[in-house]
């Protein structure tokens, strides 16, 4: 008599696990929805309260309203290493795209010293100093003007509260294989040791800032680029959720963009749902003494820049397929390799 209750109870069993089965794989490939709703709940009020205070829309530029967010648009990302309440020069300029359909980000990084068109003060200089001399609105200005390319919004990051950021976070992964040392006379002393499994925002900060290696500008412009990456990376992991209020506190105190909170609110969503994937490039060019002065300028090369140009064009149409969003170091792989 054992024998038709112990097949029933198995049958139960069994049914109970394939339940559990079906539910699991619903979950996880619904994940990006379910965590969307877990941000709705939890995360926009505290985003649209922490932002208020930053969106600041430019002078010169029509107040943007919120929107729903679906074609590729661009933003110039100003990372300014300023202490206390100086404006302070723009040290990383990163075009980026965004393409919240597919989930694809380009990051095109300028360095600081390239030799450009300072929109509004009718004369060429490093472009870093379009923000030291009129803010965000002529660096923005100055970046479409040297890549030909319309700049929708803008964000300025402050370095210095980013520290506070990474250590709330818990530290990020940067990879440093050799001790950096700055050590020059006139710069700030530190070391920076290599192979850590986790730096500290004032490890993180020293490598963004240090500049006494052989590849000057272009390495430091790449060290942004890698530190800001690092970050998004460590803090759109969903382990962070918990320490996110707090994270946006801190941001909200050292970041300024005219985009507003809600439609900042509606990008986060999509990009859980979808995903997100960045791909970077740095403008090339050569270091040369000019003018006058025999000042340092970094001199973009031409060809690159028209590359750029035509990169940012196909980023920014709608109707490019996500199997072309390339970046000029990928198109000259193939022209070199036509069987890539």
């Not at 250590?167 to 192979?195: C, R």
């Not at 003494?289 to 970094?298: A, P």
């Amino acid at each position: 008599m054992r024998k038709p209750k112990n097949r029933r109870m198995r049958i139960a069993l069994l049914s109970t696990l394939g339940v559990l089965i079906v539910a699991a794989g619903l979950i996880y490939s619904n994940r990006g929805a379910l965590a969307s709703l877990g941000y709705d709940w939890l995360l926009a009020d505290k985003v649209e309260e922490s932002m208020k205070d930053s969106y600041k829309p430019l002078n010169d530029r029509p107040v943007k309203e919120p929107m729903v967010v679906k074609d590729p648009f661009s933003m110039l990302l100003l990372g300014v290493d300023a202490r206390a309440k100086e404006r302070g020069r723009s040290d990383t300029l990163i075009y980026t795209i965004v393409r919240p359909e597919d989930g694809k980000v380009l990051m095109v990084s300028v360095p600081r010293d390239t030799y450009a068109d300072i929109v509004g003060k009718d004369k060429k200089d490093k472009i870093t100093h379009a923000y030291a001399f009129g803010g965000a609105e002529m660096a923005v200005n100055s970046i479409e003007e040297l890549l030909d390319a319309k700049v929708d919004h803008y964000a300025t990051i402050n370095f210095q509260g980013f520290k506070q950021v990474v250590d709330t976070l818990g530290g990020i992964s940067l990879p440093i294989t050799e001790d950096i040392v700055n050590k020059g006379a006139d710069h700030e002393k530190f070391t920076v040791k290599a192979n850590q499994s986790s730096y500290s925002g004032v490890e993180a900060l020293n490598y963004v800032r240090y500049r006494e290696d052989a590849g000057g500008d272009m390495s430091r412009t790449e060290r942004n680029r890698v530190f800001l990456e690092a970050l998004i990376h460590k803090a759109s992991s969903m382990k962070q959720w918990t320490k996110i209020p707090e994270v946006l506190d801190i941001v909200g105190d050292n970041f300024t963009t005219d985009l507003h909170p809600e439609t900042m609110n509606d990008l986060a969503k999509q990009f859980l749902q979808t995903g997100h994937s960045i791909r970077s490039y740095t403008l090339k060019g050569e270091g040369k003494r000019m003018g006058s002065q025999n000042l340092w300028y970094y001199v973009a090369d031409e060809d690159d820049l028209n590359a750029v140009r035509a990169t940012i064009a196909a980023w920014l149409d709608p109707n490019t397929p996500p199997e072309n969003l390339k970046t000029p170091t990928d198109a000259k792989k193939q022209t070199s390799n036509p069987m890539l």
